[in-house]
């Protein structure tokens, strides 16, 4: 098989296999501009205030919200991202390169992108150590998880490698029926704090357990996420046309799809 990829193919896929993740410059910086510019336009509106740097304006977010208004503030910043026709496709060219070498070049992605934002100190925001495929999702996913701001330590997401969800697994069952901060506990020294830079992209195996914690630092958390997966591999509970939308079908799977073979005349004709 090897002797079918490229030498960079193979680095990519043993860095993500290896570790769980790979973090990468984006691959479209006009795309990441205008990204962050409706965010921090969006949510400048929803405050009435204005800003002079975007990057300084959502890392001191905190200084302009309570943790009261910071749902509503959230729900409408993702209606308006979603509501622009090109918003998804500008989020896929920030990892395209990156998602066809990992994933395919025939891909389905989330049909919304997520946004979370994390103030210090904010334990309303708190996403519980999980793995996605627990919970339904298909084991042939990965995320693209895009921050707006440098985020590091607690003001980023953790996850755990590889070699210790192995170890993990066999105990699982030890498990059953505690809770997620007993489990989070339990893996506590062994999980990997990503520490990535606002212009860079994550993507992640969301079958690793992962999550994040109280905010400790100083500033906002503020990032982005969508899932991706090659069209023809199995769905877990999100399918194809709920969840899910086709947006790079080749010319011979549109046509395998769409073919119907001819009809036969019955026997009795």
């Excluded at 100190?121 to 996403?127: H, K």
């Amino acid at each position: 098989m090897s002797l079918f990829i490229s030498e960079t193919e193979k680095l990519i896929a043993e860095e993500f296999q290896g570790q769980g993740y790979i973090i990468r410059p984006v691959a479209d910086s006009n795309a990441l501009e205008r990204i962050q510019a409706l965010i921090t336009e969006t949510a400048a509106d929803f405050l009435g205030s204005t800003f002079e740097d975007p990057e300084t304006f959502l890392n001191q977010f905190h200084q302009h919200i309570d943790v009261a208004e910071l749902n509503s503030l959230r729900l409408h910043v993702i209606r308006q991202m979603n509501a622009q026709a090109w918003f998804r496709n500008s989020y896929f060219q920030l990892a395209k390169l990156a998602l066809e070498m990992l994933v395919g070049n025939e891909l389905a992605m989330q049909l919304r992108i997520n946004l979370s934002i994390q103030l210090p100190q904010d334990e309303s925001s708190l996403l519980p150590v999980h793995a996605d495929v627990w919970s339904g999702d298909s084991p042939y996913e990965v995320v693209v998880w895009l921050p707006l701001v440098d985020c590091y330590r607690t003001k980023a997401m953790y996850l755990l490698p590889p070699s210790a969800d192995e170890r993990l697994r066999e105990e699982f069952g030890q498990w059953a029926g505690r809770s997620s901060e007993e489990l989070f506990r339990r893996i506590e020294n062994e999980v990997t704090w990503i520490e990535i830079k606002a212009g860079e992209v994550l993507i992640f195996n969301q079958n690793l357990p992962h999550g994040n914690r109280i905010n400790q630092e100083s500033e906002t958390h503020w990032s982005m996420n969508c899932r991706f997966k090659s069209v023809f591999t199995p769905y877990g509970d999100k399918k194809i046309g709920e969840f899910f939308e086709p947006i790079t079908l080749k010319a011979a799977s549109r046509v395998g799809m769409n073919y119907r073979f001819p009809q036969l005349p019955s026997q009795s004709d």
